[in-house]
Nanobody
């Protein structure tokens, strides 16, 4: 059973930082592209950062230099360190995994397995 559980969201002032976590449960995602996404009010879900099965990381222009994706294989957990947060970063944040051995990009349609999301509010 594939399960992704996000945590770490909350309310923060502009300029502040948060770290999101995504626990992958008992399933290991060593062969899967994984990523972080968000959906802002009234907007489509957008890709923020992805990591391929061989460890390559890519970022959306909107977050490059402010957000950092990392993965702890021993803990089976994906992280998103978010710095210099802006009010426009307010959104529901999701982690997701693509099917094993699929290609890896920020395109949301590639991802099959999704967490329930965690809310981030920046004021």
């Amino acid at each position: 059973h594939v399960q992704l559980v996000e945590s770490g969201g909350g309310s923060v002032q502009a300029g502040g930082s948060l770290t999101l976590s995504c626990a992958a449960g008992r399933y290991t995602y060593k062969r899967n592209c994984m990523g972080w996404f968000r959906q802002r009010p009234g907007k489509d879900r957008e890709g923020l950062a992805v990591i391929s099965s061989d460890g390559r990381i890519g970022y959306a222009d909107s977050v490059r230099g402010r957000f950092t994706l990392s993965k702890d294989n021993a803990k089976n957990t994906l992280y998103l360190q978010m710095n210099s947060l802006k009010p426009e970063d307010t959104a529901m944040y999701y982690c997701a995994a693509a099917p094993a051995r699929s290609r890896c990009s920020l395109f949301t349609g590639l991802f099959r397995y999704w967490g329930q999301g965690t809310q981030v509010t920046v004021s």
